[in-house]
């Protein structure tokens, strides 16, 4: 009866969306003031009832009920119970049932905690949340059942895709769920101060934490994916310009955009039409990418659906709300008033100039990743956009925007002189000067993009903590903290990239056991090679001995692992972490001389990439903490005024 009950709490989640998107709409018309106060309670029970749903799946999963068919066909008795957990969303049905959820929750939380927007907004946002999650609902309900029987159950389930057992899935999709649901809040705000023509400091002040969070858990969820694809599928890239890791980072780059912009009309009432408009592309780009990911247009380990007729509902969906989203804002943009003014030279200049190199380097995913879609749908050919694009269309807006973002803390708010910019700026460019000295001197021939991108971290780096010169540091607010942090977190992560282009060696050879061979610092003997089983696979596993220089010997296990259930074959690289740096192995097949291929590279700094995606991420945490403190003291003082 679990699945039974889990349908039925979803079912009535789904009917207290409807009911919630009525009384809003209702509570909003002349004499509907007497709805007002339901609204809220409506949100928060629906939210209890999608939780007891998701609940129901995951228990489903844990007990391995064979008699469900979406347990059938993503899990089996000898899994770990880890899999079985995170195998709950690692499907379709699964993963939009996480993602209802989410919203679900995220909407009864602001129902029950938004105290800073005035009732009718607080009113219309909840309406406009509840008209987001009623569509998934019925996409859940009526296409994509995950509590659907079967009868007569089979005897062994499937499997969960090999490729997905691994612990990043217990972490990976959440993460970008919580991220994707909190652009959707940011959005019901904005749509919400559409309607009431509330368009304000106010609005954004209620608005920014929840971008800030949806920024914070996208962060985390595209460098957590990341760094999962670069060790678990074994070859050596840590980003491939796929579709569906463009899915999340366009979602990401609008939310970064978005985030600024708040910030502006937040603490200095600018930017107001602006705002509201990236709002919603921001949805928009959240919508695109789970279209993308759930609609069988594209072929990929993360894109779970592949049944036409669902993509097609979803893209109903994404033209509903897009649409209907873009409609709103065309008819009451005029009804939004002009903010504070602001000069070019400015803090707020620079944000601007910001958010269009944003939007610019937005555009330019957007097109590769779609263009070869529409081809495919308009001709039927096949055509593939890479890496070659991505990288020179991208690549050098990408400099100019970390350059702008370096400077723009160092600007006054309002107005000020170039002069002065020029001189509070001196210091990071004399830094990157020598920085750029260094590697003509001692790094030749690494590489324009390589060079341009080491040089400017250096810089950055030190333009990143100029906001603290001269301070008081334990009386600088925690926000201040976040943002330091957060830009010292880009120029890590820019670093991290560019050394390992530059540096990066490889070597494939096919070697017997007891040769040795060489990449970067390390030689590397092949000892042996052994079959191994695991609890639900076997693998071939070799050991090798490397050393660097005449350093101690250590040991490295790669495998390449086969599944059964289902039948699938996957390297599991071994990976020694040293503070400059990774040397990466991958085990390949065996030959009828005895031979077995290797892989090996050498990668220096790569790990900068992922430490500086935590920094970023740990900045934007401390913003938040920051803010909402702030806004806390802000409302005490005035209760007690």
Partial sequence: ?????????????????????????????????????????????????VAIAFLCLILLFLRTDLSVALVAANSHAAKPWLYKFAGAWGNHEGSMLLWVTVLGIAGGAVALFERKLEQRTLIATLAAQAAIGLGFYAFLLFASNPFERLNPAPAVG??????????????????????????????????????????????????????????????????????????ELGWGGWWFWDPVENASLMPWLAATALLHSVTVLATRDALRAWTVMLAVVAFSMSMVGTFLVRSGILTSVHAFAVDPQRGFFILILLTLYIGGA??????????????????????????????LLLSAILGIVLVGTLYPLGVEAVTGEKLSVGPPYFNSAAGPIVLVLVAAMAIGPLIKWRRDKAREVLNRVAIPILISAMALFALILFAPGIGLFPLLGLTLAAGVAAASVAPLWNRNLRRTPLFTWGMVIAHLGIAVSLAGMASETAFTEETLVAVPVGETVEVGPYSIRFDAVRPIAGPNWTAIEATLTARRGDGDPFILRPQARMFSSPPTETSEAAIETQLDGQLYTVLGKGDAQGRWQLRLWWKPFVTLIWFGGALIALGGLLSLIGRVRRERKVQLQEAWA
């Fill in 1 to 49: 009866m679990i699945a039974e009950g889990g349908l039925a709490a979803l079912w009535l989640a789904a009917a207290l969306s409807l009911l919630q998107l009525c009384f809003g709409v209702f509570a909003l018309r002349p004499g509907g003031e007497v709805l007002l106060r339901t609204v809220r309670p409506v949100a928060a029970a629906q939210a209890v009832l």
């Fill in 158 to 231: 499937q499997g969960l895709n090999p490729l997905l057992q691994d612990p990043g899935l217990a972490f990976h999709p959440p993460t970008l769920y919580f991220g994707y649901v909190g652009i959707s809040i940011a959005f019901s705000f904005a749509v919400g101060a559409l309607v009431t023509r509330d368009v304000g400091a106010a609005f954004a002040r209620a608005m920014r934490p929840w971008v800030l969070a949806a920024w914070i858990f996208l962060t985390l969820g595209i460098t957590a994916g990341s760094y999962w694809a670069y060790y």
């Fill in 326 to 355: 873009l409609a709103l804002f065309g008819l009451r943009v005029g009804t939004v008033r002009e903010g504070a003014t602001f000069e070019p030279v400015s803090r707020e200049g620079a944000l601007v100039l910001n958010n």
